[in-house]
């Protein structure tokens, strides 16, 4: 069996299955789960109760699998828990047929949804267009199957029996997919929400590997949890530890007197797997793994042992986690973190540690935190997913160092970033700043592309998160770029204007001065006007208090705006702290008026990426996905490693998305040179972690003037008609499109076109290993490609948004 066919999923519980596909040797199992089946439960799916009918249904399961014919089954304890297949009837119809089943101890907990869900993405793979399905009337369990699934469903009745067929998803209707998707991942946030409960809401804790020497991991862990005021049940475990502090002492987990919620692992590398082991027997539920040290055979082991037992887990190589609204600080941290609104994932166990003690001690606080290491399971997707639903969390902080699902973190990132600010550090972006641990960094250019696209603010150093989540995190977002500045200092306001165009902030009316003497309840005043004012979308106040002026910090404390507001406290200390405010909760104020313009300037660009229309990915009537995806297997049945198309075969594999070479072969450069216009280049790079990369920029610039305009933007696909209008405007020579140098302007309706047709070709053929459109010609009647080379290579990409765990 193909191990890459296996994989574990959550139910609607948090509970965990495998999901794989059924072979000869799973007949005495499956036939045994059918056989159990209650006599009304057996009638439900063979619409009989014939003792024979098991029998001849596992051996229809467990037969060698054939493209039209495919079984799953879903796992738990050794048990096969359900299993469900596809058959096509006839060949070339594009439709199939399936069939579900699910042991009695098992209803009602998601598994045939779950099994829908797979059997859907294996037969999206093999271009099979419908379902069709039979069910009794009376089958409300599996009717409502197939209505929550989040396809169309067509029903027909007859005699008792519903005829339902429902299309699947596919190539001609991006816009099905995505609503297909949305009901896919709300499943996702319950069944995310129901297993993490373990982890941010455990009822009772273990720490193993507890000492009774003070300074270790362990020991801190379980008296910090002791300190931290946690009302749970609190255990202890070392064999040879005595009086080990707080928590009821066990000298194995196998003598916990229940399943506990949480088990913080804290022993010795050689042990872990033991100790991991131990723990699924006794059924713990989650882990959470200090240790280091293990090398990457010890760390699919221990992988295995919490799929086994179905343990979510949360590291290894990390520094615990925290929640410290309900007391729970299991980490080793020196300070205990304080309750608030920012969440925190890490992989930067030391970084996250910091970053603790700095927002706590700022106000800002913490509702929860993971140092989740290398994400052997749980990674920023999951706490994105928890924290979209905690009732807590008001600001997400990620530091991230590698990616497992790139284009699940997008549309989980979009989506949460539509309700709360999402904040990243860009780690890595040099060569000397890459981690050593890392074999290969995901490149800057689509960590780029994939946080602008999903919304995410970045920034460019640990003192700049900080900057900004307080900002974030205390004020509204702003509706605008236009900003009024108050000052007292006439310089230091007129830095600060500086710094809002450098950042494309707006000065509303030039900066305010109000004079190093102005009393603090004229400065009140003059931050209310302005609030006031329907053009003003944020202000800065920037304040030198002096003995010759009223406390200017608390006219900025008891002004009544409704806007954001961020200070400027030029002779504080600190770079960055939080004002309270009786009415109005806090201000953040910098000891710099950069500062304070920058977190404001990402704050803004933040607030006009929610606003901005989601876009839509376009579905082209004309496309030819089934002939381009021939003519890709026909070329690498005769070059299997892959190799460059012959111009004929690259016009050909244009012309299936309605993308015409001018020209014939040997005059597209003289055709092109006659049509004039702007000449531009088109990219595709395939990125096989990310997905491919659409790369935008000038072309056929004058040697010149290439420093000023050579430059280019990328997004990834899909791209939306918003990502292709923002990859036009985002060069910083766009401005030749729109005629700036006296020529015509181009038409960028028609470069939008070409490019959403050049990232759907991308991703319909993950193949493309490279594709250049260069020069293409931007004239003001439509877009001329002049010239095409395309580069294949196999290439099967999983499913990026199919229901499974890490």
Not at 281 to 300: H, M
Not at 566 to 572: E, G, K
Not at 775 to 803: E, G, M, N, S, T
Request: a negative charge; aromatic letters at 6%.
């Amino acid at each position: 069996m193909n191990a890459a066919n296996q994989v574990y999923a959550l139910l609607a519980d948090g509970t965990t299955v495998e999901i794989r596909p059924a072979t000869p040797d799973d007949f005495d199992a499956v036939k045994a789960m059918h056989e159990a089946m209650s006599r009304d439960n057996a009638y439900m799916r063979f619409f009989n109760i014939s003792r024979a009918a098991g029998e001849l249904e596992a051996r229809r399961i467990c037969r060698d699998p054939t493209p039209g014919n495919v079984a799953l089954l879903a796992t738990s304890g050794g048990e096969v828990a359900g299993c469900a297949s596809y058959t096509v009837r006839a060949a070339k119809s594009g439709t199939a047929e399936v069939a579900f089943a699910v042991a009695d101890h098992m209803h009602h907990r998601g598994i045939a949804t779950l099994l829908l869900e797979h059997l859907v993405s294996w037969a999206r793979q093999q271009q099979i267009t419908a379902f069709t399905a039979q069910t009794l009337t009376e089958n409300r369990a599996m009717l409502n199957v197939f209505a929550d699934a989040g396809l169309p469903v067509d029903r027909r009745h007859a005699d008792g029996i519903y005829e339902l067929t429902f299309p699947l998803p596919g190539d001609d209707s991006w816009t099905a997919l995505d609503d297909y998707l949305t009901v896919v991942a709300e499943r996702e946030r319950s069944a995310e929400a129901a297993s993490l409960r373990h982890v941010f809401a455990p009822e009772s804790v273990v720490v193993i590997g507890v000492s009774r020497r003070e300074g270790t991991a362990g020991r801190a862990i379980l008296d910090n949890i002791a300190a931290g005021g946690y009302a749970g049940r609190l255990y202890a475990v070392n064999p040879h530890a005595g009086e080990i502090g707080a928590g009821h002492r066990l000298a194995s987990v196998l003598d916990l007197p229940e399943p506990a919620d949480l088990a913080v692992i804290a022993v010795p590398a050689g042990t872990v797997l033991e100790v991991a082991e131990q723990c699924g027997q006794r059924g713990v539920r989650s882990l959470v793994v200090i240790t280091s040290g293990l090398d990457v055979a010890a760390c699919a082991d221990l992988l295995a042992v919490c799929r086994r037992h179905g343990m979510r887990l949360v590291g290894p190589d990390g520094f615990g986690v925290a929640v410290p609204g309900i007391g729970l600080n299991a980490t080793f941290a020196a300070s205990p973190p304080r309750p608030g609104v920012a969440g925190l994932v890490m992989q930067s166990g030391g970084l996250g540690f910091a970053l603790l003690d700095r927002l706590s001690r700022l106000g800002v606080g913490i509702s929860s935190f993971a140092s989740v290491g290398p994400k052997l399971d749980v990674s920023s997707n999951d706490l994105l997913l928890w924290w979209e639903h905690d009732g807590v969390t008001k600001v997400a902080v990620l530091y991230i160092e590698s990616f497992g699902n790139p284009r699940k973190f997008a549309r989980t990132a979009r989506r949460v970033g539509a309700v709360m600010p999402v904040l990243t550090v860009l780690a890595g972006r040099s060569a000397a700043g890459q981690h050593p641990g890392i074999d290969s960094a995901p490149p800057l250019i689509s960590r780029e592309a994939l946080f602008e696209q999903a919304g995410v603010i970045t920034t460019r150093g640990f003192g700049e998160l900080i900057e900004a989540t307080a900002l974030l995190a205390t004020q509204p977002v702003p509706a605008g770029r236009t900003v009024a500045i108050v000052s007292n200092v006439g310089s230091a306001g007129r830095l600060a204007a500086d710094a809002c165009t450098d950042l494309g902030l707006t000065v509303h009316g030039g900066p305010v001065d109000m004079t190093t003497t102005v009393r603090g309840e004229d400065f009140r005043h003059g931050l209310e006007l302005l609030a006031a004012d329907d053009e003003v979308d944020a202000l800065i106040a920037v304040v030198l208090p002096t003995g010759a002026t009223g406390d200017l910090v608390q006219a900025i404390q008891e002004a009544d705006v409704g806007i954001p507001l961020a200070a400027v406290v030029l002779n504080q200390p600190e770079s960055v702290r939080l004002l309270p405010r009786p009415a109005h909760g806090q201000v953040p104020a910098y000891g710099y008026p950069e500062a304070a313009v920058a977190a404001l300037a990402r704050a803004a660009t933040y607030g006009a990426w929610r606003a901005e229309p989601r876009g839509r990915v376009h579905d082209f009537p004309d496309i030819e996905t089934a002939k381009a995806r021939a003519l890709t297997r026909e070329f690498l049945r005769q070059a299997p490693d892959g190799g460059r198309l012959a111009p004929r075969q690259t016009a050909d594999l244009l012309r299936c998305y309605g993308i015409p070479l001018a020209g014939g072969e040997g005059d597209r450069t003289e055709t092109a040179a006659r049509t004039g216009g702007v000449e531009v280049i088109v990219r595709v790079a395939a990125d096989y972690t990310f997905g491919p990369l659409v790369m935008f920029g000038l072309g056929g610039v004058d040697p010149r003037t290439a420093e000023v305009f050579a430059d280019s933007s990328a997004r990834l696909t899909p791209l939306t008609d918003t990502d292709a209008d923002k990859l036009i405007r985002s060069v910083r020579s766009a401005p030749l499109l729109s005629g700036a140098d006296g020529r015509p302007a181009a038409d960028l309706g028609a470069l939008r076109d070409l490019l959403l047709r050049v990232s759907r070709l991308a991703d319909d053929v993950p193949e493309v290993a490279g594709l250049d459109l260069d020069p293409v010609i931007a004239r003001p009647d439509r877009a001329v490609v002049a010239d095409a080379r395309i580069k294949l290579a196999p290439f099967q990409p999983r499913d990026p948004f199919l229901r499974r765990l890490r």
